[in-house]
């Protein structure tokens, strides 16, 4: 169960505003900032300035995490938490949008909603499985009338409707409720389940005791009765609460997914959690030791909230699912705005789910690889492209030819030489923090060099995305990085830099790719091929439609060369 990212990093400069504002009463047990007086504050028009094109939001109120998603009988279901009468958190039920490529989307009427004990005071995330005979069921949190956090079950009304627009609750939920080793405040999101080779179902729920974030483990024979484990599947010390975990296999080899019940040879498992404490999410990949029911992370990466994450920006609560059509593994995420709640209410409307990505394990076993599903190409119009261009230091060319405040970008860069790669200092262990320090502006030896996106023609606004070379004892590191520190003449504007490490041999390369997603006021880019991935929410003044405009630059000593570039406009699909 997320909640409001941008409050939440207010919070972190400006205490004062969340505990003093009047109306704003601050929900420790479930880290939510409740505005109890704008909650349920329709709105008198709903703003189209800042409107995505092409990436799932419904026409207005606020939305956050994704919930249930799956493939059923030739349909994409997506819930979501949704709030049915105002643009702030509150009121949340489970909306659902259904589609046949993941890309256009029909609005149904929500699937859960308070209505029962279980869940009177809220609705909160979940997750959906498949039981044999093709039947889904719908694991979710339920708020009861004593506030604790329960799990519970809901089933399709009628199967035989390919939408399954109805869900019913059993009167015998709650399944699963808090003992007493478990806070009942810090106990939610239950996982997709799986089946094991003992004929018993698993699920985990995320939890805490004390600072230490548990995955805790529960088992069942018919989906019904479940039975608490005597240790939790997994956890890390010093992470506090675990909110929206995920759980599940990939292959060792090749792009192909897998079902969440697959384990044993050639696979390997991932286990995402996403940290309240921090606001973002991280994951390790490592071997689930099905008989002992524990998972062990590899020591390729580190197991707390300086670990690996699916994308080092605005980008939170994700859930994946297993897409049986085409075989992968499908990733949403939420991302939230990071402009102020007196906009969300104006505007309207509050939240997005990223474009959903195609996931894998890369080749070396360490990471991930995400990309977006090839069904958004079908979004392709008018396009540009441009070769073998070469940018000096200083050089800034601009994109023209399509209208780029909606539109799609792949590159490659080349780079000459890494003679003028600046030492890496040791102490450079944050790369958010780096990239805060080393932007656009700060000159370099190799870069910055990248993109200017949803800039103004005297690039008075601009939001960077960029690459830049340094040189450590042993090896080349590389930093990509999100600037927005001119993204908006907007004052107030809440402008973080987001930016991750790229594993890439840029030694051995010289080369490294971009893709960017550009979309009105979302921007999702990944580097080399999706080793890399950052979503950034941004609010330009000025470089609004069609004043947007678009650049390529370097601003490092050494010399940098656009091998390729191709970029479209992208058209709109059906979007609720």
């Not at 399709?156 to 939920?173: F, G, M, Q, S």
């Not at 599903?373 to 261009?389: A, F, I, M, S």
Request: aromatic content about 12%.
């Amino acid at each position: 169960m997320g909640i409001h990212n941008k409050v939440f990093s207010t919070c972190v400069f400006l205490v004062w505003f969340c505990f003093c504002l009047p109306g704003i009463i601050w929900v420790a047990e479930a880290s939510h900032v409740v505005y109890q007086e704008l909650k349920s504050v329709s709105p008198s028009i709903v703003g189209s300035q800042y409107r995505t094109g092409y990436h799932f939001q419904p026409p207005k109120n606020w939305i956050n995490d994704p919930n249930g998603p799956m493939y059923h009988n030739g349909i994409y279901h997506l819930f979501y938490q949704y709030n049915t009468n105002g643009s702030v958190w509150g009121n949340i039920v489970w909306a659902h949008s259904v589609s046949s490529d993941l890309i256009n989307w029909i609005p149904l009427e929500p699937a859960i909603y308070p209505s029962k004990k279980f869940d009177i005071n809220g609705t909160w995330s979940g997750s959906a499985t498949l039981l044999p005979g093709n039947k889904p069921v719908i694991f979710y949190t339920g708020i009861d009338p004593q506030g604790r956090q329960v799990q519970n079950l809901a089933f399709p009304k009628d199967l035989a409707d390919p939408y399954l627009r109805e869900w019913t609750k059993p009167d015998y939920n709650p399944v699963i409720q808090p003992d007493a080793s478990i806070e009942p405040s810090k106990f939610r999101d239950p996982t997709t389940a799986w089946f094991g080779l003992d004929g018993h179902w698993r699920v985990v729920i995320g939890s805490r005791r004390k600072m230490r974030g548990m995955a805790v483990l529960y088992r069942s024979r018919d989906f019904v009765k479940w039975v608490k484990a005597q240790h939790p599947l997994h956890s890390s010390k010093d992470t506090g609460m675990w909110e929206c975990p995920d759980f599940f296999p990939v292959s060792l080899k090749g792009k192909k997914g897998l079902d969440t019940s697959v384990s044993g040879p050639g696979v390997k498992h991932v286990l995402k959690v996403s940290l309240d404490m921090t606001r973002y999410e991280y994951y390790t990949v490592g071997t689930y030791y099905h008989m002992i029911d524990r998972y062990i992370p590899d020591n390729s990466s580190a197991d707390d909230h300086t670990g690996l994450r699916y994308d080092y920006g605005n980008f939170y609560a994700s859930k994946t699912f297993f897409d049986e059509a085409k075989q992968r593994r499908i990733l949403w995420g939420w991302s939230n705005e990071s402009d102020t709640v007196k906009d969300d209410i104006k505007k309207g409307w509050a939240g997005i789910q990223t474009i959903p990505r195609a996931l894998w394990l890369d080749p070396s076993g360490k990471q991930l690889v995400q990309w977006p599903v090839e069904e958004l190409e079908t979004l392709r119009g008018k396009q540009v492209n441009l070769y073998d261009k070469e940018l000096k230091s200083g050089d800034i060319y601009e994109v023209k030819g399509i209208s780029s405040a909606q539109a799609s970008l792949y590159l490659i860069f080349e780079i000459s030489g890494l003679d003028k790669a600046e030492p890496f200092e040791e102490f450079w262990s944050d790369p958010q923090v780096l990239c805060g320090q080393k932007g656009a502006a700060v000159e370099g030896g190799v870069g910055p060099f990248g993109l200017l996106v949803l800039a103004s023609g005297d690039r008075e606004e601009q939001t960077a995305v960029l690459f830049r070379v340094f040189k450590a004892p042993n090896k080349h590191v590389v930093l990509m990085c999100h600037d927005p520190s001119k993204s908006s003449l907007r004052p107030g504007m809440y402008k973080p830099s987001f930016a991750g490490f790229v594993d890439v041999d840029i030694n051995k390369t010289k080369k490294i790719s971009l893709r960017s997603l550009i979309d009105h006021s979302v921007l999702e880019s990944f580097g080399a091929e999706g080793k890399t991935c950052i979503t950034s929410r941004v609010y330009p003044s000025k470089a609004i439609g069609q004043d947007a405009h678009l650049f390529v630059f370097n601003n490092g000593s050494e010399d940098v060369r656009i091998t390729q570039l191709s970029a479209w406009e992208m058209t709109s699909p059906r979007m609720n």
